[in-house]
């Protein structure tokens, strides 16, 4: 016998049973996002290298350690999208979504891949729900982007904390840059190796180091550091004060300013406690400068995403369930094996009037059909029996009172859509 074959490292088998919280996450995204004016947008699940190493940046660990490239057949470097907001700037100037009415309001959904140690709630494969706005450097666009995240979070009742900061322009951001620069150096022995190489290259970084020495000393720094233009201070106590109006309560993070290179501004976290080694259950902020990086006009940009594993962890931390809408209305069970071709079409009748039915395709006796509905959790059983046909009818059985009564076969659809 062939040995068996297991799945890759890092990924996951999301099974029935499962699948339908994530499903119900979606969906309740999907929702949120259309209350709010937001469109789908679907992108590719790889893209050119050049699109992450130039929008991500080149000194990111997702860029230095995570990604998953390689050739293609015409020798193109091609890698697997490690997050959502750069094939989308490049789909906006690509497409000329710019050219439209602006902002821009989109929202999307999907699979992205990174090559990272695995542990509790992260993965090589992983899920995300995100959404991205082009067109508005207002300071309202970005409290309703925060208060989105924090309101979607609310509507599953998680108990979550908002970290926020601003991490400066191209004009402020070089003057913490310089000054963290300068004071970490006084320490280099105590950097460990990557920080070191990061101290040259792009010192805030160290911020986000997974070593906790560096990324204390980096913190106990950048906390007294004054750096904010006053373009950058005024649209930061903006947006603040406009979380406040919307009743959103946030912590001022001076330390934060998450793992992207293209963030500029708004920066912010959505925390949660014991979830492994990371608390961080989704997070964005601004991208002024990336549509005009990947050759568009200036556009102004916002947005956040959430890893969906991470937040049924957290759920599940927090002892919430989602609803368990059930995958069947209603389970068939014939009293006789010459009954199966009226059985089948029956079914397709209930199906065509939107009611999910299922029935046994093993040839069980009627007792073990019976227990296989019990198994299926289905709320009705329809029993359909000789005598009962002769009549026009057949057996009703309600499995959550446990009573049984007959019903005209042709008035069934009708019936069952009123329970």
């Known amino acids: 016998m062939p040995s068996s074959i297991n799945r890759p490292r890092g990924t996951i088998d999301v099974l029935p049973g499962e699948v339908e919280k994530w499903q119900y ?18 992108t590719p699940v790889f893209e050119h290298t050049e699109l992450f190493d130039r929008g991500v940046g080149d000194t ?34 690509e497409d ?13 959904q999907g699979p992205m891949f990174r090559y990272d140690r695995p542990q509790a709630g992260r993965y090589r494969q992983f899920h995300q729900l995100g959404v991205e706005v082009f067109g508005s450097a207002a300071p309202a666009i970005d409290a309703e982007v925060v208060a989105m995240a924090m309101d979607f979070c609310w509507r599953f009742g998680l108990k979550l904390d908002l970290h926020i900061n601003s991490v400066g322009c191209g004009v402020c951001r ?13 320490r280099l022995e105590d950097l460990c190796g990557d920080c070191r190489i990061r101290l040259d290259k792009n010192p805030l970084r160290i911020l986000d180091c997974k070593v906790k020495r560096c990324r204390e000393m980096a913190e106990e720094t950048a906390a007294g550091l004054n750096f904010l233009c006053p373009e950058c201070a005024d649209h930061f106590r903006e947006t603040l004060g406009y979380l406040d109006a919307l009743n959103v309560a946030y912590i001022v993070d001076p330390c934060l300013v ?5 963030y500029t501004r708004t920066a912010f976290e ?11 259950v989704g997070g964005g902020g601004r991208y002024d400068g990336l549509v005009e990086m990947f050759g568009g006009p200036p556009t102004s940009g916002i947005g956040y995403a959430m890893g969906l594993e991470r937040f049924l962890l957290v759920m599940q931390e927090q002892g919430l369930t989602v609803p368990d809408g059930g995958r069947l209305d209603v389970y068939l069970v014939t009293a006789e094996k010459d009954l199966e071709g009226r059985a089948l079409t029956l079914l397709q009748e209930l199906r ?15 007792k073990a059909q019976l227990k296989q509905a019990g198994k299926s959790g289905a709320p009705y059983v329809v029993i359909l029996g000789s005598d ?28 069952f859509l009123k329970k």
């Open 96 to 108: 000329k979504l710019f050219s439209g009415p602006q902002p821009v309001k989109v929202y999307y």
């Open 258 to 262: 998450r793992g992207l290179d293209y």
């Open 25 to 42: 996450v979606e969906e309740s995204f999907r929702r949120i996002c259309r209350e709010y004016g937001y469109a789908e947008i679907r």
């Open 174 to 186: 070089p003057v913490m840059r310089d000054k963290l620069c300068a004071s970490l150096k006084t």
């Open 270 to 280: 959505i925390m949660a406690p014991g979830v492994g080694a990371q608390r961080s």
């Open 60 to 93: 990111t660990d997702i860029i230095e350690k995570e990604m998953y490239t390689f050739l293609d057949r015409s020798e193109r470097s091609l890698s697997l999208r490690p997050e959502g907001t750069a094939p989308i700037a490049r789909a906006y100037v």
């Open 352 to 366: 065509a009037k939107g009611i999910c039915a299922d029935k046994d395709y093993t040839g069980r006796s009627m």
């Open 388 to 415: 009962e046909l002769s009549k026009g009818k057949v057996a009703l059985r309600d499995m959550l009172a446990g009573s049984q009564t007959e019903v005209p076969l042709a008035d069934l659809p009708a019936q």
